[in-house]
């Protein structure tokens, strides 16, 4: 009997010790999206309740490429495409579509790249499928306009998990306890942690820092945009975010490893700094604000006279339920 991928992590721990969260993530989140079959079923997203959401996002691009594209073609690479349905609504949009050279796809999940060559088979030619930064950045024209997408991408990535009380802090990680996972303490010596944050339970990311600086990078050398879609937070409450979810169902993060979808609250505001060092102007909004500000009432209208159903669920769905998501522009 081949030993499940919880099993793999137990024997992982109990030869080399406790591994830091952002490894478990890592490791957990890997076989997750590379083999587990009930990806689509354990949660949804934007997209997945509404053609709207892509096709705002589109109307948000041409207004942006119209601003300060200076008629060069547009290369739009979207990090974590899920399925591909949102590039599809995004291209609905022809006139943006028109001036569309390259769609850079990035993603690790052989099992999701599949599901996009399907979603978006009448657009083969134009894409290409990446799964570093540096094969995207190499392959990136000179002459071409850049427009970042990511839905739902950085709150899939690993991060730390430090917590502070005064001048202690220490490191969660994960062991194993009585043959089971469990959640420990390490001692560390991030002093700057130490000075720079509340007590309490701080996350950060080098994952983060690495795209974002990745993003402003490129931006800023070819001219373009950026819009970062996500559920999270501005004001830091210094807890824990980590959830994890299967079948629709929230369970601990160390129930069901390799087998649920693990994600964590984005720091908005941490974005905002990143962006700013490299001398980058921003906006965040929330998502109903963004979503009403480029006309998805006006959309919604237009869908109902050519009989869509259930387009008033939709827009409730999309500009009330989803209440905790942030846009950022760039």
């Known amino acids: ?98 001036k569309i050279q390259n769609i850079f796809l990035y993603d690790i999940s052989q099992k999701l790249i599949e599901d996009q060559k399907k979603n978006l088979k009448n657009y083969l030619g134009l894409i290409k499928w990446f799964s570093s930064t540096q094969e995207i950045e190499e392959n990136i024209q000179d002459d071409q306009y850049i427009i970042f997408v990511a839905n739902e991408f950085f709150d899939a990535l690993p991060i730390k998990q430090y917590y502070k009380n005064q001048d202690m802090i220490k490191e969660v990680c994960v062991a194993v ?76 993060i160390l129930e069901h490893p390799g087998e649920s979808d693990i994600t964590s609250l984005v720091n908005f505001s941490y974005f905002a700094e990143i962006f700013q060092k490299h001398i980058l102007d921003i906006e965040i909004r929330t998502q109903e604000d963004f979503l009403l500000k480029f006309g998805i009432e006006d959309r919604a209208e237009v869908l109902k006279k050519n009989g869509s159903k259930n387009i008033e669920w939709q827009l409730e769905f999309l500009l009330k339920k989803m209440n905790n998501f942030f846009v950022i522009t760039v």
């Open 177 to 252: 306890t009585n043959y089971e996972l469990s959640l420990v303490l390490s001692g560390t010596n991030n002093t700057k942690i130490c000075s720079d944050h509340n007590d309490g339970i701080i996350e950060i990311s080098a994952y983060w820092e690495n795209y974002l600086d990745f993003i402003s990078t490129i931006i800023k050398k070819h001219c373009g945009s950026a819009i970062i879609i996500d559920y999270g937070y501005i004001i830091n409450e210094f807890k824990s975010s980590l959830q994890s979810v299967k079948n629709h169902q929230k369970c601990h």
């Open 1 to 98: 009997m081949s030993k499940t991928f919880k099993d793999k992590i137990i024997d992982l721990i109990r030869q080399h010790g406790p591994i830091p969260m952002d490894q478990f993530i890592s490791l957990s989140s890997y076989n997750y999206y590379n083999n587990c079959n009930s990806i689509v079923n354990d949660f949804i997203t934007a997209p997945q309740v509404s053609q709207m959401f892509g096709e705002i996002v589109g109307i948000w691009a041409l207004s942006e490429y119209l601003k300060k594209g200076n008629e060069k073609p547009i290369t739009i690479i979207e990090l974590g495409p899920g399925s591909g349905i949102m590039m599809l609504d995004i291209l609905r949009n022809k006139k943006l579509a028109n």
